[in-house]
């Protein structure tokens, strides 16, 4: 398997690359890879780095499952690989706004999961790959 032509996708978030592909009978298909931007500051709460890092890539729906964690309380038995952090009200509030805020900024981006494989792959998956890039473990959150 040859690659043949490598593009990338400025219009996504996060940016991607984009690989043509034959099988050796001949058949065409493109590997997706997304570039995520992992240029985030570490903060004392990994719980916030996370959020940053998934805000800076698009992913929209573990924003909004976060954010149900944070606002339900329900972070110590929601959010896989938390480490206990004590979250105040006040920071609770915090981090939910920062969420609203990178909800807002991406609600008119597409990620490259949601363009090039709807039906193949979703965040979770990309989550996995993220982790890997990160070379740890990651805060999410399974399907509710």
């Not at 998934?54 to 149900?68: A, D, E, I, S, V």
């Amino acid at each position: 398997m040859k690659s043949e032509k490598t593009t990338f996708d400025s219009n996504t978030l996060p940016k991607c690359k984009l690989e043509e592909k034959k099988f050796e009978w001949g058949e065409p298909y493109t590997v997706m890879t997304p570039i995520f931007d992992l240029d985030v500051k570490e903060t004392d709460s990994k719980l916030e780095y996370f959020i940053d890092v998934y805000g800076k890539n698009n992913f929209k729906t573990q924003l909004l499952r976060l954010y149900n964690k944070i606002n339900n309380y329900e972070e110590t038995k929601g959010i896989i690989n938390f480490k206990y952090e004590e979250l105040s009200d006040e920071k609770r509030v915090t981090l939910k706004k920062k969420i609203n805020e990178y909800l807002e900024i991406t609600k008119d981006r597409i990620s490259p999961w949601e363009l090039y494989e709807p039906y193949n792959y979703t965040e979770l998956d990309y989550i996995e790959k993220l982790s890997k890039e990160i070379n740890g473990k990651i805060y999410y959150v399974e399907k509710e």
